[in-house]
RNA sequence: GGCCCUAUCGUCUAAUGGUUAGGACAUCAGGUUUUCAACCUGACGACCGGGGUUCGACUCCCCGUAGGGCCGCCA
């Protein structure tokens, strides 16, 4: 039978990233699932730094977290303020465990006190030996309990003498049963883990210790996490009940995989944020895709902003089983994205791509500012290094309009856009010539262009009228009034590229004199 | 090896005992376009296998099979 549903009111649940790498994929997943539940039934989503593990916790690492989930916009209500990092924030002590060390201390002495936790000296060396024979045998890997009744004099005997020591936990025997919000009921054989590690010394947790001990502490009462957690949930449980706490709601969500259908990881190439940030990927289009790894609504809507995600967003509509991540959706969503943003937003986004590229510099004015990747405000005009000459902003905005609905990503942007800022392009004479088109054909296309171009009133050189007079223009001229005899020619000439944007629209921003001039080189190509 | 989880188009998924098994991405074809993209139309394409339960199973149960996760003095 299903447990009926309890009302879920003001949850709290939290996100315990540990700072030994970079932003993961699937850690953001975790913690939109979470801040998506936290917020649909009002309650707190907390941010907790796990870094126990002094050996592999970095700073840079935690930084990268949480610049990561602020750039993505989810946000903690209790955790590190990201505004002062090195202060904390809210009632409920410290946020990184490194800070908690006095919490942990009164815990570990009273279990060791109720003898629920006890002093092991095995060595590594005779634990590793001992988990090789047993995964041999076809037995469950786990300790053997060599030193659970060791006399008190003993133990204070070793430790006196500093014998390096751990301290286990009696798990004892019996099945622990849980409820989870996602998998439904799963059981456990408690008999089948051993007496786990749960300190390296008196005021040192593990894992496992602290994620209880924590928890306990900041009052999270869902967690809601990977399913790589599931076997760590029963030991949890154990160790709630040996300190007399209760137990919060699970939920495992399913793992991300890679296209090899194994956990995502460095193995399967990107896996850190910070990559797609880099790459251009829209935060909205982030959260929208990683959203639906896993969740969906009760329709075929396919596009949410974020409110629309904690509108809807319900733990029994998650999959139960594991997604792929799928580059070429995530793709199409950003791409998405990037053709509803105002033209002003996406140039602000894509400015910065031309500037790392050595396409355009920017220039210090009164009133403006250096623009950067990480979405400074922009100048309102820039230096083209290559020309020497001045663009403004608007100019900008008109080149990237162009490749709005043409863009994936925004790193793709200046590869695309590059003619717009060179003296003279790079192309194969060949990529001139549409269809069947002879070197003679060519010529006259090209002087017919110049002639009509020409001739064109600076105050009528608008897209509207070029195109205009040049499709009437390219129709009399190709055979069956295939109007590539001219355009073709004429968009290569102006972009240099097999694939660009319609010619009219470049020659607009180009300007007569620059048209003319590409015209010119492209005759001069042909010789 | 032990324990646990999972199983619908290539991928993400809908379906909660009765549907021609629906949608999206990708792919392919056509339309539009000088090109590419965008857009529109269409095509291709799935219930892991075997037993039950039932008048009836993608849906429920069991057994296989396959995939994944975990078995640290990491988290």
Redesign the pocket.
């Known amino acids: 039978m299903e447990a009926t549903a309890k009302k879920i009111e003001n949850p709290r649940v939290r996100i315990?990233?540990?700072p030994?790498g970079l932003l993961h994929i699937g850690t953001v997943r975790t913690a939109l699932f979470n801040y998506l539940f936290a917020k649909k039934y009002n309650g707190s989503f907390i941010l907790r730094i796990?870094d126990?593990?002094k050996e592999?916790s970095q700073r840079e690492y935690e930084n990268d977290i949480l610049d990561g989930l602020q750039w993505l916009k989810i946000v903690w209500d209790e955790g590190l303020n990201p505004e002062a990092r090195d202060e904390y924030l809210g009632d409920y002590g410290p946020y990184r465990q490194s800070g908690r060390a006095g919490i942990y201390q009164s815990y570990i002495k009273k279990m060791l006190d109720q003898g629920t936790a006890y002093y092991c000296f095995?060595?590594?060396e005779d634990?590793e030996a001992q988990?090789q024979y047993q995964?041999s045998i076809?037995?469950?890997?786990?300790?053997n309990g060599k030193c659970s009744n060791l006399p008190k004099e003993t133990v204070e005997k070793y430790l006196k003498e500093g014998k390096?020591?751990?301290i286990r936990f009696r798990t004892g025997g019996g099945s622990v049963v849980f409820q989870d919000l996602i998998?439904?009921?799963?059981?456990?054989?408690s008999a089948?883990l051993g007496d786990?590690?749960i300190a390296?010394d008196p005021s040192t947790p593990?894992?496992?210790l602290?994620?209880v001990i924590d928890d306990y502490e900041m009052k999270i009462s869902h967690v809601i996490r990977g399913?790589?957690?599931?076997?760590?949930t029963p030991k949890q449980i154990l160790l709630q009940d040996a300190l007399g706490l209760p137990h919060p709601e699970y939920a495992h969500l399913?793992?991300i995989?890679g296209p090899?259908?194994?956990?995502l990881s460095k193995r399967h190439g990107a896996v850190s944020v910070n990559h797609y940030r880099e790459k251009g990927y829209l935060p909205e289009a982030m959260i929208n895709f990683l959203a639906?790894?896993?969740?969906?609504p009760?329709n075929?809507r396919?596009i949410y902003a974020i409110n629309h995600l904690i509108e809807e967003f319900s733990l029994e509509?998650c999959?139960?089983?594991?997604?792929?991540f799928?580059l070429?959706?995530l793709?199409?969503i950003n791409?998405?994205y990037i053709?509803n943003k105002s033209i002003k937003k996406l140039a602000e986004m894509g400015v910065p791509y031309l500037i790392e590229a050595g396409l355009i510099q920017p220039i210090f004015e009164t009133g403006g500012h250096l623009a950067g990747i990480g979405g400074i405000e922009l100048g309102e005009t820039y230096l083209i290094p290559e020309t020497k000459e001045k663009i403004d902003i608007i100019t900008l905005e008109n080149i990237v309009s162009l490749y709005q609905?043409?863009l994936k990503y925004l790193s793709e942007l200046p590869e695309l856009v590059d003619f717009f800022f060179k003296n003279e392009l790079d192309y194969p004479q060949e990529l001139l010539f549409?269809k069947d088109m002879s070197q003679t054909d060519i010529e006259k296309a090209l002087g017919g262009l110049e002639g009509v171009m020409g001739a064109v009133k600076p105050n009528d050189w608008a897209r509207g009228h070029l195109e205009e007079i040049l499709?009437q223009r390219?129709a009399e001229m190709g055979p069956a009034g295939?109007?590539?005899y001219l355009?073709?020619p004429?968009?290569t000439a102006l972009s240099g590229k097999?694939?660009?944007?319609?010619?009219?629209a470049i020659a607009e921003i180009l300007g007569k004199e620059k048209t003319l001039l590409r015209l010119k080189q492209a005759k001069e190509k042909l010789r």
Not at 183 to 189: A, L, M, Q
Not at 227 to 232: F, G, V
């Open positions: 315990a990233p540990s030994t796990e126990t593990d592999r095995c060595s590594k634990l988990r995964m076809g037995q469950a890997p786990k300790y390096p020591a751990v998998k439904g009921r799963i059981e456990f054989n089948l786990i590690a390296k593990l894992y496992n602290a994620a399913e790589d957690h599931i076997a760590n399913p793992l995989l090899d259908r194994s956990k639906f790894l896993g969740w969906n009760d075929d396919e509509r999959q139960k089983s594991s997604a792929v799928n070429q959706k793709d199409w791409g998405f053709r609905e043409r549409w499709v390219a295939d109007r590539g355009l073709w004429l968009r097999k694939f660009s944007a319609p010619p009219f």
